[in-house]
């Protein structure tokens, strides 16, 4: 019965296209041949974080095998080696810092290349520090009914500091990557609140400590809340889960989330070699594809599948942390002190608000915190900030890969940002500070900072001059 099937269709598929014209025959055959996978097996990288769910999702729920692909998620020790392996070509692409491109691009470290096509998340961030450090800075935050309004800022650590200072000891926190979002976050908080974090003076100086009150060192996310509890740091920002493991594991206080401290910010991207990608257009458009669908899941109907997407990640070849600690932020709620829960509905956000779109204006931003610090000691033109983005964000690949799916019926085009965008947001004070971001006019918005760089300044023999 199957051979006569088989034939049937073969006579079927042979008349059809015996009646159709040549020409539509010829169309259809070469665009076949233009999706043909150029690479179907991919290794993929990560770090333990929370965010690099669209990736999990993605192979969990069979989309990665939709396109054709045959994916292994691996695990990396920390961001300096993912993207060594990225370059080197040991791994096809990976779950990144959104910053963390464009130190490669400008020779910070690593010299490489990377472009981004995918946002895998916005927000996922916060700020923790130890006990001792958060009874200190209890008596100068504001409370209302028995509980410390938020957001918290750190001019409330600024006696804490002095206290250290008086002691002679240095005050300690932890970042995961030099050219990193958490650096860049933790530098934003503590200099709004008018504490000096540090500039960097390369290639001379890559402590990112001349002159800096809080002293900032990297440490990879999953060994912050140990690292802490020794007493090395006193406080750290990272990814989940891990200032929600500070807190059950009654060691630390989370102070403010990034949503907080700059709402809807990019987080973490998928990040593969430029080499690559030109080498392998349809494969990357099939990653994206995929990553989009897993991303669509996470944020469907309020979330309803976040429960689900938090068993998967709680599995050790992904995050590996308690149900319970994942669940906490990714469920729409973020614990700060012990039993002090609220609702923070896009903590982690990964589809909903074009979240996913490589936003050329989130590449502006992360240039201007490493101008700001010193990564970039020297001035840039306004021109120089977008061509630069423009070198590493592909939202061109990544509408399509949205118009594939919208033709496949796996999505609406209007889940999607219109053919007319720009990818410039409008002009946001959404940040703690009120300090307006126009990504037209990164020297305008530098130069409103009373801490960091600006205009033609730089660092020298470990002085800033003009």
């Known amino acids: 019965m ?27 055959t070469s665009a076949y041949a233009a999706e043909k996978l150029e690479k179907e097996s991919l ?9 690099m769910a669209p990736l999990a999702i993605a192979l969990e729920k069979g989309y990665f095998e939709d396109e054709g692909l045959s994916v292994q998620l ?24 959104a910053t963390l491109p464009f130190g490669a691009s400008i020779g910070y470290g690593t010299k490489a290349d990377i472009v981004s096509a995918f946002t895998l998340t916005l927000n996922g961030d916060a700020i923790t520090v130890s006990n001792d450090v958060w009874k200190q800075m209890k008596p ?171 068993e998967m990640l709680s599995q050790k070849q992904y995050v590996g942390a308690d149900y319970e600690v994942l669940a906490n932020s990714m469920n729409g709620t973020f614990e700060y002190e012990k039993g002090d829960k609220r609702d923070l509905p896009d903590f982690n956000v990964f589809f909903r608000h074009n979240g996913s779109y490589p936003y050329y204006s989130d590449a502006v931003w992360s240039l201007t915190q490493m101008r700001r610090w010193g990564q970039i000691n020297e001035y840039k033109t306004d021109a120089w900030y977008l061509e630069t983005a423009k070198k590493v964000y592909r939202p061109d690949i990544y509408m399509a890969a949205a118009k594939a799916l919208v033709a496949e019926g796996k999505a609406k085009a209007g889940d999607f940002p219109a053919d007319s965008e720009t990818g410039i947001k409008p002009p946001s004070a959404d940040f703690i500070d009120g300090i307006s971001f126009d990504a037209t006019k990164p020297n305008d918005y530098l130069s409103k900072f009373p801490i960091g760089l600006k205009g033609k300044q730089k660092v020298v023999s470990g002085k800033v001059v003009e």
């Open 2 to 28: 199957k051979q006569t099937g088989r034939f049937t269709i073969k006579k079927l598929v042979t008349a059809l296209v015996a009646v159709a014209a040549v020409s539509t025959f010829s169309f259809a």
């Open 43 to 51: 290794k993929l990288g990560f770090i333990k974080l929370t965010d």
């Open 74 to 97: 691996e695990a990396q020790a920390n961001w300096k080696v993912l993207l060594d392996r990225v370059v080197s070509g040991e791994l096809d692409g990976a779950h990144m810092l």
């Open 140 to 310: 100068q935050i504001p409370m209302k009914d028995g509980k410390p309004v938020h957001p918290i800022k750190a001019d409330t650590l600024k006696p804490v500091l002095e206290k250290y200072k008086s002691a002679g000891k240095p005050f300690n926190m932890a970042m995961t990557f030099p050219v990193g979002t958490h650096n860049m976050k933790l530098r934003y908080w503590l200099a709004a609140g008018g504490i000096k974090p540090g500039f960097y003076a390369p290639p001379e100086d890559t402590s990112g400590q001349i002159d800096a009150e809080a002293m900032l060192s990297v440490t990879p996310p999953p060994q912050m809340p140990a690292t802490m509890d020794s007493g090395t740091i006193v406080g750290y920002c990272v990814g989940e889960p891990w200032n929600q493991q500070a807190v059950f594991k009654g060691i630390g206080v989370p102070v403010i989330s990034d949503y907080e401290l700059m709402k809807n910010s990019a987080e973490k991207i998928f990040g593969v070699n430029k080499e690559w990608a030109d080498k392998n257009p349809n494969t990357h458009k099939a990653v994206i594809k995929a990553l989009i669908r897993a991303s669509m899941w996470l944020d469907a109907e309020n979330n309803k599948n976040r429960n689900e997407g938090v």
